[in-house]
């Protein structure tokens, strides 16, 4: 049974770097095929997806994130990682880690970040 878990700070001031780290147990993050995700659930609103690393190292970014985002991983203790550069409080929410990339088959429990001074 896979499972991730997220972890970071749950508060981070404005302008800031929001890091967040997803610790893998149960399959390797570079297993073949295997996609790892990133996703968001602002107070209120949808999921958004935000970026994903593959099995491979590939990244791939939100249109609408990329500018800011940053996807990477370290293979020797199963994790990958999150960095959103210059947040603003529009950036709180849920943030979640799962595996997958179209379809999601694991999901972490999530982590709120808030973004406030």
């Known amino acids: 049974q896979v499972q991730l878990q997220e972890s970071g700070p749950g508060l981070v001031k404005p302008s800031q770097t929001l890091s967040l780290t997803c610790t893998v147990s149960?399959?390797?993050?570079?297993?073949?095929?295997?996609?790892w995700s990133w996703i968001r659930q602002p107070p209120g609103k949808g999921l958004e997806w935000m970026g994903a690393?593959?099995?491979?190292?590939?990244?791939y970014y939100s249109p609408s994130l990329k500018s800011r985002t940053s996807i990477s991983r370290d293979t020797s203790k199963n994790q990958f990682t999150l960095q959103l550069s210059s947040v603003t409080p529009e950036d709180t929410a849920v943030y979640y880690c799962?595996?997958?990339?179209?379809?999601?088959?694991?999901w972490g429990q999530g982590t709120l970040v808030t973004v406030s001074s």
């Open positions: 799962a595996r997958g990339l179209d379809t999601i088959g694991y």
């Open positions: 690393i593959a099995y491979s190292g590939s990244t």
């Open positions: 149960g399959g390797s993050i570079t297993t073949n095929n295997r996609y």
